[in-house]
């Protein structure tokens, strides 16, 4: 079960900065744990989060075992034109989750 | 109204009986002892990662589950207005049982006897997931758990438990919560221990848990034997709590250190 809470402005305005935030619900396993009988947990992690915007990168991370679970990633660009933005997860165990959100430029 | 001023009335009363306890006017919530980063992913919907158990819950809430192809929407309808200050009165008085049940219990009660369903596991994803979502439609809301004939000696059985020095290092809860709050041990802050803000998201857990789990973490941190999940003993002791902050802001699902 995967859920990702989004939170881009509805409108803005043509040049404006807008701030994006993302949180993704993960448990970031880093894989250097281990059980209380010795067993390594294998590692889980998200690896890479892309943002475009109609189509165009805008952003763009990439993940380390010592991220926190539950990745809140924040990050901003310029409102240029109406449209998508589409936000992409990719990690271990073939994780991979697609959302998007609408803005509005005036 | 009137049955805040009744419990408001029943503080006064027993807090004569016991000196260490808090006045009132001194009561803080844990949030008013967190870093300034750590308030303000509380105070962010878009930061605070509980809510993605609300959200979660909010699915889980309207999906038919059981024997009886029943929702929880079903019964219930929108949790908005049905479960507004449901959380901020728990633990509350079950009839059939007889005694006080937390809200995790409330949940696994309505799962087993009207959903037909086995209950969910303590502290699994799904259990967790829609006492966030029961939580979070009391946030801002006062606490008020009801104090009457049937639910004092549960109060009582809680506070001894709370006032009772246990564990290998034989302490008991007010010795730090009543009396050293505000001061440190090993780099923490000692808070008061007002259950204002359960499930919480614990950055050292790196996720959800119920009340229940923290306490049971107080528990082993003195080294004494954690109470089972679901036991009367934790109950009664949530209970005490939630009947000691009477009158606090609801702030679930909130975000601890």
């Known amino acids: 079960m995967a859920s990702a809470l989004i939170n881009v402005p509805a409108r803005a305005k043509r040049g404006e900065v807008i701030e994006i935030k993302t949180l993704i619900s993960h448990p970031m396993e880093t894989g250097f744990r281990r059980t209380q009988v010795g067993a390594l947990i294998p590692r889980n992690i998200i690896r890479g989060f892309v943002c475009t915007y109609n189509g165009t990168e805008v952003f763009r991370a990439e993940l380390h075992p010592a991220i926190a679970a539950n990745p809140f990633i924040v990050f901003s660009t310029v409102a240029t034109e109406s449209g998508t933005l589409v936000f992409h997860w990719t990690g271990d165990n073939g994780f991979s989750v697609t959302e998007s959100a609408a803005i509005t430029v005036e | ?257």
């Not at chain 2, 870093?35 to 990662?49: F, G, I, L, V």
């Not at chain 2, 009457?148 to 302490?171: E, I, M, S, V, Y």
């Not at chain 2, 440190?184 to 808070?191: E, K, Q, S, W, Y």
Request: proline share 6%.
């Open chain 2, 1 to 257: 109204m009137q049955r805040f001023g009744a419990a408001v009335g029943a503080v006064a009363i027993a807090a004569s009986a016991f000196a260490g306890e808090i006045p009132r006017s001194d009561r803080r919530s844990g949030y008013d002892f967190m870093s300034r980063e750590t308030r303000a992913m509380q105070d962010d919907d878009a930061a605070n990662p509980g809510q993605l158990w609300v959200l979660e819950g909010g699915t889980l809430w309207n999906r038919k589950a059981g024997a009886a192809g029943r929702a929880c929407a079903d019964c219930h309808g929108d949790a908005r207005a049905s479960m507004k200050g449901v959380a901020a009165r728990h633990p509350a008085f079950d009839a059939a049982r007889g005694r006080p049940v937390s809200l995790e219990q409330r949940v696994n009660l309505c799962r087993t006897d009207r959903q037909q369903e086995p209950p969910l596991a303590w502290e699994s994803r799904e259990l967790l997931a829609l006492a966030a979502y029961v939580a979070r439609q009391s946030r801002g809301m006062p606490i008020e758990v009801a104090i009457d004939q049937r639910t004092q000696p549960f109060l009582d059985a809680g506070r001894a438990t709370f006032h009772r020095r246990q564990g290998q290092l034989n302490l008991a809860c007010s010795q730090c919560h009543d009396d050293h709050w505000g001061r440190r041990l090993a780099g923490n802050v000692i808070p008061q221990a007002h259950p204002t803000g359960y499930p919480i998201y614990r950055l050292e857990w790196q996720g959800l848990g119920s009340l229940q789990r923290r306490l049971r973490n107080c528990l082993v941190g003195i080294r004494a034997e954690p109470y089972e999940y679901g036991a009367p003993e934790l109950v009664d002791l949530e209970f005490y709590l939630m009947w000691r902050a009477a009158g606090m802001t609801f702030e679930a699902p909130a975000v601890r250190p």
